[in-house]
């Protein structure tokens, strides 16, 4: 009773939202990694010949000395000598890191502080060109002045994907694929150039003002963006398989990729996108704060302003109109509407069998992840692994968790869905899709130059007007 009388002072005195308070109400399960779940990820692993993985479960329970349940699964080899994964074991969280820089960007602009000679009215809306200077600049003269901090957060300035490191002064010479603001595409090097905001407005690489501003308030002392740092420490080795067909029970072939796939001095190249390396002990406390919105799981302090947590899981971009499966519906009733999934900076947001999910996944040269929330259900969930494209396999297993401790709580009897199932059909088809090549034209057209001059012909990918050619 006495914590209950805690946290309920606690939230009155800062005020944090209803559903924070509410929910200290609630009845949950003391065991959040079930045994039934236990042996679901024991069969993913073996299935999807997952090398290693990492789990961590946490929710808010007023009936713990701390207020919160916290859970660790720890899997299989951290690195190609057997070393086992624990919860301390260091993964990439890959485009996870993007919360980070967006998170980053908000305290710049709440924080109000620009280095000398930087005279600039930040906000979600100030413009690039005004914030980035010179170096800004996109091939759309439109989109190159229309776009603000907000765009390149919500992935909607018409470029496509693209990941390489010339940026940003070579995202002028990147063609669009779409309108400005037409619709969502997913884009690394919008993020990168965020990751250096930092830099350009108060003389901090963002490693150091993340560190600064939130690895260090939060604990989060096993998190860096530093190779040789993660090194020093129980890093995983990424692992790559080739030749796995999931339908015909192939495990393929596997071979680490040793050293990191990155090197020490490359991390700033792609730091804003995915540059994070962290564990699934301290990722559990980053989710734990998001639950609280901004503010310290166990300690009475914000971290990061509550604002700020709310902006980035406010959708900004329809990233997904209609629903890819029915279970993703807003409320369980007698009209079940499908959920769009909206992406805000850094997060995605959508509806899980009528609760609210915020989340994101990553995947980068040997290492995938999954971060995710339930606002309303107080229930965060990371999975951290070092396989190449392992995100089925990790959504699959967070869905069963969701299943068996917040559905199955709240409606004694409703089934779990077999989500590996539905994720190794969809994963193994496009494994087969990417096996179709396109065929060879009967009669092609000769080209409108001689080979001869081709490694002359500037493209628009790397400086100046394009020259166009017909290949």
Sequence with gaps: MAVFKSLLKTCLM????????????????????????????????????????????????????????????????????????????????????????????????????????????????????????????????????????????????????????????????????????????????????????????????????????????????????????????????????????????????KRPIIPFYARPGEESISAGSGGVISSARDMAKWVSMLLVLGRHPYQNRQIVPMELVEHAATGKSIAIGIASFPEMVKFVTSYMAKSSTLYGAGQFISSYRGHEVVDHDGSTLGFSSSISRLPDDNLGIVILNNDVSANSALTAIKWRLVDEIVIKAAVPGSPVIDWFSRYKDIDQGQKEAGKVFTPRPAHPPLPSLPFSELPNLQLPLLRGKPRRAKL
């Design 14 to 253: 800062t005020f944090v939202l209803p559903r924070y308070c509410l929910s200290l109400n609630s009845h949950y399960q003391a065991k959040l990694i079930t045994p039934d779940v236990e042996e679901f990820i024991q069969s993913v692993i073996q299935q999807w010949n997952l090398t290693g993985l990492a789990i961590a479960v946490v929710r808010q329970d007023p009936n713990s000395p701390t207020g919160w349940l916290q859970e660790f699964g720890s899997y299989g080899n951290a690195k190609a000598d057997g070393t086992p994964v624990t919860p301390d074991t260091l993964f990439s969280v890959a485009s996870n890191s993007k919360l980070f820089t967006a998170l980053s960007t908000g305290l710049l602009i709440s924080n109000e502080t620009l280095k000398e000679g930087k005279d600039v009215n930040l906000s979600w809306s100030s413009k690039a060109q005004d914030v980035f200077g010179e170096t800004w600049g996109l091939m759309d003269e439109d989109a190159s002045r229309g776009t603000s901090l907000q765009d390149m957060l919500s992935h909607r300035t018409g470029l496509p994907r693209h990941d390489a490191s010339n940026i940003p002064r070579t995202l002028r010479y990147l063609r669009p694929s779409a309108e400005f603001r037409e619709f969502f595409q997913y884009n690394n090097l919008l993020y990168d150039s965020l990751g250096l905001l930092p830099e350009v407005l108060v003389g901090q690489s963002l490693s150091a003002y993340v560190d600064r501003h939130i690895f260090k308030p939060l604990g989060l002392s096993n998190s860096t963006y530093s190779i040789t740092e993660a090194e020093k420490r129980l890093l995983a080795d990424g692992f790559l398989t080739s030749g796995q067909d999931l339908k015909r029970g192939l495990n393929g072939i």
